[in-house]
């Protein structure tokens, strides 16, 4: 498993939109992929899941994989949000 930390930092945070572009990105691997914020951990890419979460410009969020592209995974996502989505 290979878990990154990464704080997001756009506008919206991880909802609507973003949170669409994460899901995409996300289910582009092999790998399960997880969102953690605080206590609570969901499906990567479930839309209702990272909604759920409620994140917000300036929290910080565990990213998470197990699988065989793992960190390609966990790396691809830490950039989007890291990029605040300016590549899509």
Excluded: C
Excluded at 19 to 41: C, D, G, L, M, P
Excluded at 69 to 79: I, M, N, P, Q
């Amino acid at each position: 498993m290979y878990t990154r930390a990464v704080i997001v930092n756009n506008q919206v945070g991880l909802h609507a939109r973003p949170a669409t572009f994460f899901i995409q990105k996300a289910n582009e691997f092999k790998s399960s992929v997880w969102v953690e914020k605080e206590a609570r951990r969901v499906n990567a890419k479930s839309l209702l899941g990272v909604l759920s979460l409620g994140i917000i410009k300036g929290t910080e969020i565990n990213i998470s994989a197990d699988g065989p592209d793992e960190s390609e995974a966990v790396s691809a996502l830490a950039d989007l949000i890291s990029s605040n989505f300016t590549e899509m």
